[in-house]
């Protein structure tokens, strides 16, 4: 559902930030290939659709953000 438009905000402005951190900026572009790879990553550990997972902890907050995205 959010991949969506992440995407194509990556597509229509990739340089533009999309996630602003005290410590860094990532641009749109990055953002939608962590979240590519996260989902990719995710499947890899048969986290998906009906695996019956109900809850990660990631305490990095960028990170967070990735994976809710990436679900």
């Known amino acids: 559902m959010l991949e969506g ?3 194509d905000h990556a597509r229509w402005t990739p340089r533009a930030p999309a ?9 749109y572009a990055a953002f939608d290939a962590d979240i590519d790879r996260f989902a990719a990553a995710f499947l890899d550990l ?13 305490d990095v907050p960028y990170l967070h953000h990735v ?5």
């Open 5 to 7: 438009p992440i995407r």
């Open 19 to 27: 996630v602003i951190t005290p410590g860094r900026v990532v641009s």
């Open 46 to 58: 048969g986290i998906g659709p009906g695996s019956g997972v109900v809850a990660l902890q990631i």
């Open 67 to 71: 994976a809710i995205c990436a679900l």
